[in-house]
């Protein structure tokens, strides 16, 4: 028990630390750290998942505050609206240039790429690893989306060097947009486990 207090001491303080940091960043956008979380997931997710519902969901605050977030993000020109193709009932969340260029300037905190600047590629990837066994297993036991990488999900099937099969769409779709975070994501490993997982395109 000594050893898990050491370790949440050290994550929160951690956490801490980059939370007033990013208050500092939006600050001189006259944003707040939820804004700024909200454009990071929005520069990281796929289109399957960039709409108020996926960002409430990844986000974990109420729809109200999601919101109103997203309104002040639109009238600052850091966002924009698109109504889906195939469904004029969807909204998606696109950012701006201007949003880009935000979100690139403010995360992640400087101070972690300073802190990790002298770290070799192997400590990069350990800790990386690490980090994401604890976050596996956070979600895991909270029942949360994993919200991973679009080529670590159960569903992702390569068919070419330039294209990729989605098995829960059924579409084709880009490569890059593999390296995308999905709403709908379920890691492959944890589909080994459960081999009655049902496949529902209507979502």
Same mark, same amino acid.
């Given at each position: 028990?000594?050893?898990? %207090? ?20 939006? $600050? ?14 929005? &520069?990281?997710? %796929?289109?399957y998942s +960039?709409?108020?519902?996926? /960002? ?25 609206? /698109? ?15 201007? #949003?880009?260029? /935000?979100?690139?300037?403010s995360t992640?905190? @400087? ?9 070799? $590629?192997?400590?990069? +990837? ?19 989306? @994993?919200?991973?990488?679009? +080529?670590?999900?159960?569903f992702h099937?390569?068919? &070419? ?8 769409? #059924?579409?084709?779709?880009?490569? $890059? ?12 490993? $944890?589909?080994?486990?459960?081999? +009655? ?7």
């Amino acid at each position: 028990m000594k050893e898990i %207090n050491r370790i949440y001491n050290v994550l929160e303080r951690v956490c801490t630390l980059f939370r007033n940091e990013s208050r500092l960043e939006g $600050a001189i956008y006259g944003l707040q750290p939820i804004h700024l979380d909200i454009l990071f997931y929005l &520069s990281r997710c %796929n289109k399957y998942s +960039n709409t108020p519902a996926g /960002v409430t969901e990844y986000i974990g605050i109420t729809k109200g505050t999601i919101s109103q977030s997203i309104t002040l993000l639109q009238s600052k020109k850091l966002l924009e609206k /698109v109504q889906d193709q195939n469904d004029r009932r969807i909204i998606h969340l696109h950012l701006t240039k201007k #949003g880009d260029m /935000v979100t690139k300037k403010s995360t992640p905190p @400087s101070s972690l790429k300073l802190a990790l600047e002298n770290y070799s $590629a192997e400590h990069k +990837n350990i800790l990386q690893k690490e980090l994401e066994n604890i976050l596996i297993s956070l979600q895991g036991g909270n029942n949360n989306s @994993s919200f991973g990488l679009c +080529n670590t999900c159960t569903f992702h099937r390569p068919i &070419s060097k330039t294209h990729f099969h989605c098995e829960l769409t #059924g579409e084709t779709l880009e490569i $890059a947009a593999s390296n995308l975070i999905c709403r709908e994501h379920i890691p492959a490993i $944890a589909s080994h486990r459960n081999n +009655n997982v049902k496949i529902n395109k209507n979502n």
